[in-house]
């Protein structure tokens, strides 16, 4: 091992086990004390760190998590577990009759999804909020093509809309997307195009800040999401009808 | 910790308990890392093992269960205070004051390790830790941050270089540092 390889991997790991490490590190003296500094430092590093406790009481709030849904359960006797299987029944019956019912729910996969969105959402809207300025509707198709595999047709409803940022972004492993971002009444609205497995229904997107919806679409996936209180519907037909596949 | 599927909610229950007692302190530790503030880091660890309570159930194997906790925390770290918390108290001299070493020299020096691994950004910050508080291997840092080994490889050479240089200053200068050695 030469001595530029043995360097890299001392500093990425000065705790490396393997024989080829240790007899490398043997080789000569600077090496030994190279890789002594860069332990001595790892101790140094590991015990700052780990001067860090939690605050006492923590680990017992944490074990505290669902404490009140077991002592409901374990509360319910005589009258009570009656009362408990009647309001069972009317939800039940309540449920059958509600066409959700037969609706498909959002997989794990799905809502690991909407997870990632609005974590990219957060990550680029400094960027974007920040943005005034027209993209040309001949940009947006470039950024479309390149990113998403797919653009907009020549549509006036599309093009009275004030895009303001276009560029590709990577919320899902291994698939690229297209984020456009758009400015409604309530402040910016997202509109994410990403070619990957679509999701297995419509479901909104939702936090203490953004609202919207992911929709599978054709290819992958559309994503418009928007500050709460912000009505998108107009949007999502706008974008879904003139948003077309080339891939 | 047990391997055993969880059909009920005792079991369930003593599961998750052992997590926390076995974990929360590492976890906390991590959180307060990661955003630099003890009430921030205490609401984090909250929110994490909420999640995990409520989705035990995916957590095959308890040995994977501080990586699952990490990648959950960066997550709802991520989601809750990365991009609009506002930037308020940096890691607290309290904490270093009420740590167990009471030597003014200790103090010292941890108050400058404390300074510099604040002072590395935070993609060398990140897999220095979970290397060295957290254990991990470059394979499975890279998997909790969603980065290849190459990369994390090259983040840490380039975190301890920095590191090095402050405690060990007069050493000769490394000029390998500043080239991208495994990307």
């Not at chain 1, 500094?37 to 140094?44: P, V």
């Not at chain 1, 009570?80 to 309001?87: E, G, M, P, Q, S």
């Not at chain 2, 307060?32 to 995916?58: I, M």
């Not at chain 2, 390790?113 to 991990?136: C, M, N, T, W």
Request: glycine share 4%; with cysteine.
């Amino acid at each position: 091992m030469d001595d530029l390889e043995f360097k890299k991997r001392a500093y990425a790991n000065p705790n490396e086990q393997s024989a080829e490490f240790l007899a490398a590190a043997n080789a000569s003296e600077e090496r030994i004390q190279l890789l002594k500094q860069l332990q001595a430092l790892d101790k140094r590093v590991a015990a700052a760190a780990n001067s860090i406790t939690a605050p006492e009481g923590l680990a017992a709030k944490l074990k505290a998590v669902d404490s009140n849904v077991v002592s409901i359960k374990a509360n319910n006797t005589g009258f009570k577990r009656y009362i408990a299987i009647a309001a069972s029944f009317v939800l039940a019956i309540g449920l059958a009759l509600s066409p959700s019912l037969f609706s498909p729910r959002p997989s794990a996969a799905d809502l690991q999804f909407h997870d990632d969105v609005l974590v990219h959402v957060y990550k680029e809207v400094a960027r974007f909020d920040l943005s005034r300025e027209d993209v040309s509707f001949t940009q947006i198709n470039t950024v479309l093509e390149r990113e998403a595999g797919g653009h907009f047709r020549d549509n006036e409803r599309i093009k009275q809309l004030h895009i303001k940022f276009a560029n590709g972004c990577n919320i899902a492993s291994n698939s690229r997307g297209a984020h456009i971002v758009l400015d409604g009444s309530k402040g910016s609205i997202s509109v994410i195009v990403v070619h990957n497995s679509p999701v297995s229904t419509t479901f909104d997107v939702k936090d203490s800040r953004f609202a919207g919806k992911i929709i599978p679409f054709g290819e992958g996936n559309l994503i418009i999401v928007g500050e709460k209180d912000e009505p998108l519907e107009a949007y999502e037909t706008v974008i879904a009808e003139a948003f077309e596949w080339t891939i | 910790m047990s391997e055993t599927p969880v059909f009920d909610d005792s079991a369930k229950r003593q599961r998750y308990q052992l997590i926390v007692d076995t974990l929360y302190q590492d976890v906390y530790r991590y959180a307060y890392w990661l955003c630099k503030n003890g009430a921030l880091a205490e609401d984090l660890v909250q929110e994490t093992f909420l999640r995990a309570w409520r989705s035990l159930d995916s957590l095959q194997n308890d040995k994977a269960a501080k990586a699952w906790l990490f990648t959950i925390l960066r997550r709802e770290n991520a989601r809750l205070y990365e991009r609009y918390r506002p930037d308020i108290v940096d890691i607290e001299d309290q904490t270093i004051a009420d740590s167990f070493d009471n030597e003014p020299d200790q103090r010292m020096d941890r108050k400058l390790l404390h300074d510099a691994i604040e002072s590395l950004d935070k993609d060398y910050r990140e897999p220095l830790l979970l290397q060295v508080v957290g254990g991990f291997s470059g394979k499975e840092i890279a998997e909790i941050l969603d980065l290849n080994n190459n990369t994390v490889m090259t983040r840490l050479f380039r975190a301890r270089g920095k590191l090095k240089h402050v405690f060990f200053p007069d050493g000769e200068p490394d000029e390998t540092l500043d080239e991208p050695q495994y990307e």
